[in-house]
């Protein structure tokens, strides 16, 4: 079993739709949560970021973090054609002189116009 | 302005070669990573240094060879290539001290070996 797991997709909405992206993850060390998206031919962005659980909101995106449940969430709202992407989750615990990153294995989302 | 840029993008080769691929960044990072991306979008670490000294080494078959002349530059060498070795390879840097660490990634090396 993967430390990070992942729903490869793809998914297709139409526009202005309501997204929903998730992982699950197996190592409670994890502290780190954070989603990059990755378009086609180009490196991974940071999209989000978050530390340990909770909420956290950004224009149309909305990261959430259960450690409990070790599961996390990305929704993106009125979602538009240029979101099409893959979008990675990616986490790390704490402390180490590099940010350790263990990555989801992304999920293509396609917005349809 | 590039913040970390890789050559060459496109990498054909045949098997058995012996192949580099560079990587500079002009964020001022003290950390660098080599990762790689299969053809399922499944993004690995492969090697991280800091100021130079090698600090995340995972279980890569040591044909690989990572270099790190300098805190802005990082590269990686392949020896006797392989079939599967044919991945995207990214680099990415990172500020190691504080705040979130963000790992900024470069656009990649797309690897063929025939």
């Known amino acids: 079993q993967k430390e990070v797991e992942q729903d490869p997709g793809p998914l297709s909405v139409p526009e202005g739709a309501i997204v929903s992206l998730n992982c699950t993850y197996s190592?409670?060390?994890?502290?780190?949560f954070m989603w990059y998206r990755q378009y086609s031919r180009k490196g991974p962005e940071l999209l989000m970021y978050?530390?340990?659980?909770g909420n956290k909101e950004d224009g149309r995106f909305t990261a959430q973090v259960d450690k409990s449940s070790k599961y996390i969430s990305l929704f993106i709202r009125d979602s538009q054609p240029s979101d099409s992407a893959t979008y990675l989750c990616?986490?790390?615990?704490?402390?180490?002189?590099?940010?350790?990153?263990?990555f989801g294995s992304g999920t293509q989302l396609t917005v349809l116009p | 302005d590039t913040a970390v840029s890789q050559t060459p993008k496109y990498l054909v080769t045949q098997m058995g070669n012996d192949k580099s691929i560079k990587c500079e960044q002009n964020?001022?990072?003290?950390?660098m990573y080599w990762y790689k991306q299969d053809s399922k979008k499944f993004l690995k670490i492969m090697f991280s240094?800091?100021?130079?000294?090698?600090?995340i080494n995972e279980t890569v078959p040591n044909r690989f060879s990572p270099k790190s002349p300098d805190k802005a530059h990082l590269n990686l060498h392949i020896n006797s290539l392989e079939l599967g070795d044919s991945a995207v390879y990214f680099c990415?840097?990172?500020?190691?001290?504080?705040?979130?660490?963000?790992?900024?990634f470069g656009p990649g090396t797309r690897l063929l070996v025939l």
């Open positions: 964020l001022g990072h003290d950390t």
């Open positions: 990415a840097s990172s500020q190691a001290s504080g705040g979130q660490q963000t790992q900024y």
């Open positions: 978050t530390y340990s659980s």
């Open positions: 190592n409670s060390a994890f502290q780190y």
């Open positions: 240094y800091n100021n130079k000294e090698l600090i």
């Open positions: 990616a986490m790390s615990p704490l402390s180490g002189s590099a940010r350790q990153l263990t």
